[in-house]
């Protein structure tokens, strides 16, 4: 009887180390949720929206772009961070939805063309009347829209350029606008001049242009002619605005780098000043007189 003892031991030995040899291959190969959890969590947090602790540029800061000069109505006296105007005004809010207050926020001058050209940026993001379009979105992200726009033409008070009323009167026309801008899409795909539209790289540009009769009319954003109008071309008129085309509104947006984690919460956070009306607000109380003006067809 003992030899089989032996043998009885041996076969339980076997089966044992079997038995640890499956489970530990099926251990090898099954999900680790505690570790895999951890690691989800932390390749995360950059895209979280917690407030005040997002991946931003610079640790605890916000950084917010615009173009030098910056215009009226869009910013008070040339100074963004002031918190006057209305993109002032805006990004401030968008920034306090975010969880950063005044005291965070960091801005920093970028040319108008160069905020939505391909290419990482060095801001969070950009608030500089930057139209939304597909073409755009190829270059770089937009939260949604902040404010919903529309095009005017400003001549001369008494030229032949100041009595048109439609569309049609103004294709024999010169006009210009700053280069890269809706604006001067406008011209070129709306209008489609027989005279070649004349580009510029900055409005101060255009508005010289236009007070040194070079150019018979320009063409911006309504809020900016309005401006223009009213304190610094005296002599200058608005002819007309646009309607929008296709139906979709025009719309500035927030620019952002091509892929951004903070695109997400930025959006979110124009939705909710929209929503809870502070857009509104901001819009009446810096735009008010930007409301009005014959359309174009």
Known sequence: MHPAAPRALRRAAAATAASIALLAAAVGCAPQPEDNASAKASGSTGTTCAKGELATKTSGKLTVATDEPAYEPWFKDDKPASGKGF???VAYAVAKQLGYDKSAV???SVPFNKAFAPGEKTFDFDINQVSISAERK???DFSSGYYDVRQAVIALKGTKAAKATSIADL???KLGAQVGTTSLNYIEDVVKPTHEAAAYAKNDQAKSALQNRQVDAIVVDLPTAFYITA????NGTIVGQFENQGGT???FGLVLDKGSALTSCVTGAVDALRKDGTLAKLEQEWLSDAVDAPVLK
């Open 87 to 89: 993109e002032s005004a």
């Open 106 to 108: 960091v801005w920093q």
């Open 138 to 140: 190829k270059a770089v």
């Open 171 to 173: 294709k024999g026309l």
């Open 231 to 234: 304190a610094e071309v005296t």
């Open 249 to 251: 509104p025009e719309q």
